[in-house]
């Protein structure tokens, strides 16, 4: 039989979500189901003087309207922060529905239940809510400065935490430096747009007592626990079903104000409700990623080697703490040496609330933050010392013989090879050829042409326990497989994980099939419902196959070597003699000397149990549970070609090259799709999205008009290829692919197009590069405007 | 994103669209391709009581060479206008414009008639109307009338049309030999209104200078505006070096340019410098070899 993993096997999942015959949260139909829809905070900040609900509520089809006071008895405790025993996070209450103040346009005020949608919008129109305008926060800086009005009043600061960290010859290093490096860098605010838009529907039976949910969520276990805590209901009376997702970028890893809203407006109306959000809403409603500022300053010697480095980062929680919201950066902080050698690392991180919308993870939750601060790094280092980029990190990148190597953050890099992957890439878009195209560009106007690199090393497979547990994160990562061979030698798996999007039904049933020597087709995965389905803590941070996997490989092994018994005995051999394969067992050395997979499936199922080991229970199940000993730690390079009009600004993509080296790669397809997929959003953040806020707290453009999420029209072809060192972290070798795209994307974008202007004297532009910065920022090159001060970091709070 | 509740009736003819229009007066709004109505109303910032559909009225989606002039029905479909040949030889910009407008889905909904009365300053025909000539033809219970293009537009989404009235045509003068027109639309992504749409209509003579130049834009401020002083510059003069670099430079004199976050007015106004010449450029080209 063919090898099955490494087979690039179109999606099974595929037919049902094309042809639109897949079931969505929205497609849930109840007998008796209401719709709920919100009144939303149009201030932020704003006291709520009093909301008059007489007008909505004689409104045809409106069932009720509530309000925190009104629900208040319903909800045992506020929403969830995972960090929040971190000793320094100041995690004041977030109640699903605004108490007093609402802190951000969209902040939920009151939920409006009606008998149709169109009956429910009209209903919101008429709530009439008195609201006294309050200061806003919305600048970093002016958030932390003294007297800055406060997001939360009862708070000393507008501080979520700090988070410091310094190794022991930081500032050494910085007095022995030929040349430091020292820049602002900004992140911008994005909206993750997932296709299908958030949902809810909640259904509870007052006869027993019962909650059952359907949701769009990544996290239908932890949906379930959290939900049945702060709902103070018994955990085995709340059933959460995750039914088609249509993706979530880390934005359906949360626990919304909404869903347990609309959860506590059925149990108090005894009728099933549903909430579909508008796209309006994932503006202000659904969590956000990345915006903060980092000020950097790193020590290089004369010949580009770096020997320290400093940063200051101010994160923006928005208004309030989310699940995971203040753990992002430190996901940041953690790959922050990159796959460089320098070990002497000195950070600081304030988590800094805002009177904007929450923000927590997006496809790679600070990882693209710290490589986009990185990978700018090492180009500026470059352009200042009059280096090539591509000099300066092969100066820095750890060699393959250095590995094992533990960084500055602790990380141990365990496999990879990362010169490898830049001299493939290199070789692949002819660098040198590159170079002298630009010069002759240069000299004959028109068109510039720039190159830029991203060499990044990242950490998936979320997360150790011993990596969650000393940083006083509220769970350990583990995940969990449950392997059931039926009668007819079908397979069932069943993984605690939740895709949305991600192809686990393939990815998976290729393990299985590999490794039980059967067909993909006759295996089949199943997801999504807490009722059954073993804990998982489920899909994000690239984990599914990396954690996911394994504890299928794992429960797959206790079933194998139950088969292995059963068989010995038939076979009259040794069970470790016994070898699976082209749907059989046999005896290893004797391939004729064997029996079906299906025999021994009848066997510990529906036989007589003729032909079972003596004293054997019958059965062909096992569930496991895989909790990783390390991260995995995918690497590679990134190639960006660009040519940038330098009379429009424009810039447009020649060519995308990813070399990632994600270990083994089960489904290529597969793997391909999501470094697109990655890859696109990483250039949607370089060159086309940003969610401004202005001094009021209003945001700026928050609709998809004007919220420049490209088109297929407005990216390149991207040319993907696999480098392979297997992680030890897992039997399958994988690494993980989800995040690296917009890990290591978005700064290779960005060096391209400040490569092509580097001769102007362009150095900075902050992202996205849309035409009119990138026109200004050549007009201001000559003028020597565009290089900002590093602003001082200044006094205590660092411990050493 | 769910609109109000409104009545709807669909008309079979214009006379019956007018008859409509007459019972309902100031509550009731034409629906043709829909592309910019319903989601106004769907944000709830338009809310008619009635929705008054023309967009089965076949006898208003055309596309005809007449006699030195090119006509097109009010609900031709900008595919359909992308797509006709008369079109392409005698109004080339007009298919500039339809071939970038929204996106397909877009263009085989919208109409051009739905488009010049909605009269979006960023739309892409009011600049290229603009840059053809021609006239605009409505009809009202009182009879059919005929407003030149110059006339049409009189505000930000507000036209020549009465109440009560319906657009039934626009008709464009035809190029004649070494003529040529374009329209160039710069969009931060593909699909979205334009930072800058020029338009420009050139006839050459056949010493190479300019016997007529048109230049409209889009995009640019609160209403397509005609660049005069840029025709000017043009005037009797080759398309090409000083001439175009001066009919540039005062494109947007006089117009108060538009300034938002994502486009602040000074880009716009360099962009639609930039965007000018090689638009004057083009049309150049297309009046030579046609």
């Given at each position: 039989?063919?090898?099955?993993?490494?087979?690039?096997?179109?999606?099974?999942?595929?037919?049902?979500?094309?042809?639109?015959?897949?079931?969505?949260?929205?497609?849930?139909?109840?007998?008796?189901?209401?719709?709920?829809?919100?009144?939303r905070s149009p201030h932020a900040p704003a006291r709520i003087r009093s909301v008059d609900a007489s007008a909505a509520r004689a409104l045809p089809g409106v069932v009720g309207i509530f309000t925190h006071e009104d629900l208040a008895d319903f909800w045992k405790a506020p929403l969830p922060c995972a960090w929040g025993a971190y000793p320094l996070l100041k995690n004041p209450a977030h109640w699903p529905l605004a108490k007093g103040v609402a802190r951000h346009v969209g902040d939920p005020v009151a939920i409006v239940v009606a008998d149709s949608r169109a009956a429910v919008h009209d209903a919101i129109q008429q709530v009439r809510v008195d609201y006294e305008p309050l200061p806003a926060v919305v600048d970093l800086d002016a958030a932390v400065a003294p007297g800055s009005p406060r997001v939360h009043e009862d708070l000393a600061d507008n501080i979520s935490f700090t988070f410091d960290h310094k190794t022991d010859g930081v500032d050494a290093a910085f007095a022995r430096a030929d040349h430091v490096v020292r820049r602002r860098l900004r992140q911008q605010r994005l909206v993750p747009n997932a296709i299908e838009p958030r949902a809810v529907v909640a259904d509870y039976r007052r006869a027993d007592g019962q909650l059952t949910v359907w949701a769009a969520t990544q996290i239908p276990h932890l949906l379930k626990i959290f939900s049945s805590g702060l709902l103070?209901?018994?955990?085995?009376?709340?059933?959460?079903?995750a039914p088609e997702v249509g993706g979530g970028f880390g934005s359906k890893l949360q626990v919304y104000p909404e869903d347990i809203a609309t959860m506590a407006a059925a149990i108090h109306l005894g009728r099933p409700v549903r909430w579909t959000m508008d796209r309006r809403e994932e503006f202000t409603s659904t969590h956000h990623g990345r915006e903060g500022v980092m000020d950097v300053e790193a020590a290089f010697t004369r010949g580009g080697e770096m020997t320290a480095m400093r940063v200051n980062w101010l994160s923006d929680m928005g208004a309030y703490n989310m699940l995971n919201g203040p753990f992002v950066p430190i996901l940041g902080f953690l790959v922050l040496p990159g796959p460089y050698r320098n070990r002497e690392l000195e950070a600081h991180i304030k988590g800094v609330f805002t009177n904007k919308t929450p923000t927590d993870a997006y496809r790679g939750a600070g990882r693209p933050e710290a490589t986009y601060l990185l990978e700018r790094l090492m180009d500026l280092a470059a352009a200042e010392l009059g280096l090539d980029p591509v000099d300066v990190r092969r100066r820095n990148l750890i060699r393959h013989d250095e590995i094992p190597f533990t960084t500055a953050t602790g990380m141990t890099y365990d496999a990879g090879d990362y010169h490898a992957t830049l001299d493939l890439a290199l070789k692949a878009i002819d660098y040198a050829g590159l170079r002298r195209e630009q010069a002759s560009r240069r000299q004959a106007g028109g068109k510039l042409l720039g190159v830029g690199f991203s060499t990044y090393v990242e950490a998936c497979g979320l997360a150790p326990s011993r990596a969650t547990s000393s940083s006083a994160y509220g769970a350990h990562l583990y995940e969990s497989a449950l392997v059931r061979v039926q009668q007819s030698g079908a397979v069932t798996v069943i993984t605690g994980s939740s895709p949305h999007g991600q192809g686990h039904e393939t990815t998976l049933s290729q393990i299985v099939a590999d490794r039980m020597g059967i067909p993909v087709d006759s295996v089949e995965v199943l997801h999504g419902d807490t009722q059954n389905t073993p804990i998982g803590l489920g899909t994000y941070g690239s984990r599914s196959l990396v954690v996911g996997g394994q504890a299928v490989v794992q429960a797959c092994t206790r079933v194998q070597d139950k088969m292995r018994l059963i068989a010995a005995h038939k076979l009259e051999c040794r069970p470790e003699d016994v070898a699976f394969g082209d749907g059989r067992l046999f005896v290893q050395g004797a391939p004729t000397r064997g029996v079906a997979f299906a025999e021994i499936a009848a066997t510990a199922n529906l036989g007589s149990h003729a032909g079972m080991p003596e004293g054997m229970e019958p059965g062909l199940e096992a569930t496991a549970y895989f909790s990783p000993e390390n991260f995995s730690f995918p690497a590679g390079t990134h190639v960006c070609v660009a040519e940038v009009d330098p009379e429009t600004g424009r810039v447009r993509i020649r060519r995308y090259l990813a070399v990632d080296d994600v270990g083994v790669v089960v489904n290529p397809l597969i793997a391909e799709g999501q470094v697109h997929g990655g890859v696109v959003q990483a250039i949607a953040q370089a060159l086309f999205e940003d969610l401004p806020y202005d001094a009021d707290g209003q945001p700026l453009?928050?609709?998809?008009?004007?919220?420049?999420?490209?088109?297929?029209?407005?990216?390149?072809?991207?040319?993907?290829?696999?480098?392979?060192?297997?992680?030890?972290?897992?039997?399958?070798?994988?690494?993980?692919?989800?995040?690296?795209?917009?890990?290591?994307?978005?700064?290779?974008?960005?060096?391209?197009?400040?490569?092509?202007?580097?001769?102007?004297?362009?150095?900075?532009?902050?992202?996205?590069?849309?035409?009119?910065r990138v026109w200004r920022a050549i007009r201001e090159a000559g003028t020597g405007g565009s290089s900002r001060p590093f602003a001082e970091s200044g006094e205590g709070g660092r411990s050493a | 994103m769910i609109p109000p509740a409104f009545e709807y009736v669909r008309a079979a003819s214009v006379d019956e669209a007018l008859a409509h229009l007459a019972k309902y007066g100031d509550d009731a709004r034409l629906l043709a391709g829909g592309h910019s109505l319903l989601p106004l109303m769907r944000l709830r910032l338009a809310a008619p009581r009635v929705l008054v559909d023309i967009g089965r009225i076949r006898e208003l989606a055309y596309v005809r060479a007449e006699g030195g002039e090119l006509a097109i029905g009010a609900l031709t479909t900008h595919h359909a206008v992308e797509q006709a040949a008369a079109v392409a030889t005698a109004a080339r910009a007009l298919a500039d414009a339809a071939s970038v407008l929204g996106d397909p889905q877009v263009r085989n909904r919208g109409t051009i008639g739905g488009e010049l009365a909605h009269a979006d300053p960023a739309a892409d025909y009011g600049a290229v109307v603009l840059a053809l000539g021609g006239t605009v033809t409505a009809a009202g219970r009182g009879g059919r009338r005929t407003v030149a293009i110059d006339d049409w537009v009189r505000g930000p989404f507000t036209t020549a049309l009465q109440p009560g009235e319906i657009l039934l045509e626009y008709r464009a003068p035809a190029a004649a030999a070494r003529e040529g027109s374009v329209y160039r639309k710069f969009a931060r992504r593909a699909s979205d209104y334009g930072m800058v749409g020029v338009a420009v209509r050139l006839g050459l003579g056949a010493d190479g200078r300019c016997t007529s130049a048109r230049i409209a834009l889009s995009c640019v401020s609160d209403q397509p505006v005609r660049a005069q002083a840029a025709e000017a510059a043009l005037a009797g003069r080759a398309p090409e070096g000083d001439a175009?670099?001066?009919?540039?430079?005062?494109?947007?004199?006089?117009?108060?340019?538009?300034?938002?976050?994502?486009?602040?007015?000074?880009?716009?106004?360099?962009?639609?410098?930039?965007?000018?010449?090689?638009?004057i450029a083009e049309a150049a080209a297309r009046a030579r070899a046609a």
């Open positions: 039989m063919a090898a099955v993993i490494g087979q690039p096997l179109k999606r099974r999942e595929d037919p049902r979500l094309i042809t639109g015959s897949a079931t969505y949260t929205d497609d849930v139909r109840l007998p008796g189901m209401l719709q709920a829809a919100f009144v103070g209901l018994p955990e085995q009376r709340v059933r959460v079903i453009g928050a609709s998809l008009m004007e919220y420049a999420v490209p088109t297929s029209m407005d990216v390149p072809d991207i040319e993907s290829a696999f480098f392979v060192t297997p992680s030890p972290s897992n039997a399958i070798g994988a690494k993980g692919i989800g995040e690296t795209g917009t890990i290591a994307g978005t700064p290779a974008v960005v060096n391209a197009v400040i490569d092509a202007l580097a001769h102007l004297g362009v150095r900075d532009i902050d992202m996205p590069l849309t035409p009119p | 175009v670099r001066e009919a540039a430079a005062v494109v947007l004199q006089g117009v108060r340019v538009a300034d938002d976050p994502f486009c602040p007015a000074d880009y716009r106004t360099h962009l639609a410098q930039v965007e000018t010449a090689r638009a």
